[in-house]
Each structure stands twice: as C-alpha cells, then as structure tokens.
C-alpha cells in the first residue's frame, strides 16, 4: 500500500508542476507501471531497504544518481531504469 | 536488539503453547502476516501457495546448509529477494484497482546542477522532538504500530518534516507495514540525505532543500488523494523543490 501512496504523491506533484523520480524495489515493479508513474527506478533490494544495506554509503549513491540520471534522460511519462546490482556483493561484508 | 522490531507483537501466543502438531502449513505461513509469527519481511508468505511457501522454506534450508561450509551468506539475501518478489506478483487476472491509462511529466526548467532536491518518502521516520503521535498516541511502539494496521489504513496520512540538517540520533521510526530494522538501523536506506547532500557537494545538483518529508505510507489512499496531498504540494513549492525524489518503503 505504501507504494500506491507513493505513487498518487508521485502523480500528483509531477502534475503541480515538480518533476519527480521514485526509487522502488523490485517486488513493485508492477505498481510503478500499472500507476504510470513519472520516472521509476527499479532496485534489486528486500523490502525495507529500497536503498540498499545500512551503512553501504555507495549503493546509496549509486541508485540516488541512477535517479537523478533518470530525471534528465527521460522524455516520456512511464520511464523506467532497472538497476542489476544484487543487494549485496558475493562474499563482502558491507553494512552496519 | 530491543523486542518488537521484528514485527512480533506484544502478548503474542508462545510458540510452546502452540499446538503444532495440528498446525497447517496453510496457517503456519499465513501465521507471519499480523499473526501469532508476525515478521514483516516475511509477510509475503502469505501470499504463497502452501506449495510454494514450503519451498521457500526448502531452499532457504538447503542454503543455510550450505553456508555452514562456504560460510557465505548472500545467497541467503538473493533468495529472500526473489520470493518477495514472488510472493508480490499480482496474479494475471487480479484486478487493479489503482491503475492509470497515461500519466503527467514535468520537464526539467533547469540544469540539475542549478536544482534544489527534495525527498519524501513513506518511511515513517519522524523528528524526536515532533512525534506524529498517531491516534494521539505520543512515542507509539512499532509493536502497538503493527497492532492497529488496520486504523492507519482507514485515517488520513500526516506528514512529517524533518529538518535536512538532522542528526541521526534525533530521528525515529515507526510503520506498522514493513520491517523497519534497516531503516532505523540507517535512514538513508529509504531517507537518501546523505547521498544527496555529497552530490551536491559534488555539484551533481544545485542543493538538497532545507526540510525532507516522510509519512506512513499504510493510509486511505482517498483521504490522501483529497485531504492531505494538496497541502503538501503547497508545502514543497512554497520551499522552491525543483525535483522530488521519492522512496515507497
């Protein structure tokens, strides 16, 4: 449900005038397209951590720029960017 | 770790006193979503087939079994994932009931790097000194949180500015829809200040506005729509938002 009210924020915004981007995990793919959101992107993160880990500073970052990139490029409503990056790397202890 | 931010309610049903040996895997699975075994990040079980939610359990086994020899555990995390992702699969006939033929887009009026970015996000992260007390309920538990879902659906959402300069220690969080360790752990898992404040210093963008946003995302979508979201469209432009990043949790 969270992410539907994210949605009806992102639409309505954008409509007053603010161009908007929202960060969503991959498990609502589906709510970002069936709400036509403005611009999406698409981490490969569990719920809770759309952001990625506590603590992993350049995951954060990574996805934040994904998103202003995103705020650029896109040229039509129902942009879409999907980030392949797993929630952790194999065998790295990144976190809190 | 303090009890209750697992999800697990107050005055639940010991597992002991359980009489498991009647137990289905139909209620057992089920049992994780605002039940007796309440983990919100394994809500989704319920949406899982018995069938399906007994496999998850299988190949989740299978890797901790294996783990105990490669020691290495993000399988385990891939794994969460990829049922999560399962278990939130709309069904292909299910029908929606928020969905939009097209929608609007605003262009950029200026170079990013001219920008102010806000961020809004459905957290439920709010300042200490300005709890939103929902239900006039002043340092609210997750666990009373989790508890009354069912009212903060049904009530308008408030939102709660939170001054951008905020120390982590000032801030709080509190959502009775999704596990909310990682997000207390370290806001900027769904409050992204920080990589917003070093892109700016970078130059990447303009600024990051002087108050960010976050609200229970769990709410009336109507009474969102009507009530609440015109006032803060009021909000971001009186604080002159150039772009919004927004993170559902």
Known sequence: MCHVSVGHVARGVEAAGIPTVSVFVRAFRHVAQQMALPRTVITRHPMGRPLGAPGDAATHRRVVTAALDLVEAATAPGALSELEAPYRTRGAATGS | MASGYRGSRRGQTPLASIAMTDESLEDFKNSFSYGTRTDLSFKFLKKLSAADAGEFLRQLLEEVGASLDHGDITRLHDLVYEWQVRGYMPARDAPTQWSYEDGPLTNLGKPLADCTVGLLTSSGHFHAADDPAPFGVVGMTQAEAIERIGEFLREPPELS???????????????????????????????????????AKAGRIGGVADEMYSFVGATSQGRLRRDALPGWIERLQQNAIDVLLLVPV
């Open chain 2, 161 to 199: 500015v939170i001054p951008s300069d905020t120390a982590a220690r000032e801030l709080r969080v509190r959502h009775g829809g999704y596990d909310i360790r990682g997000a207390e752990a370290d806001f900027n898992v769904a409050l992204p200040r920080d990589a917003l404040t070093a892109l």
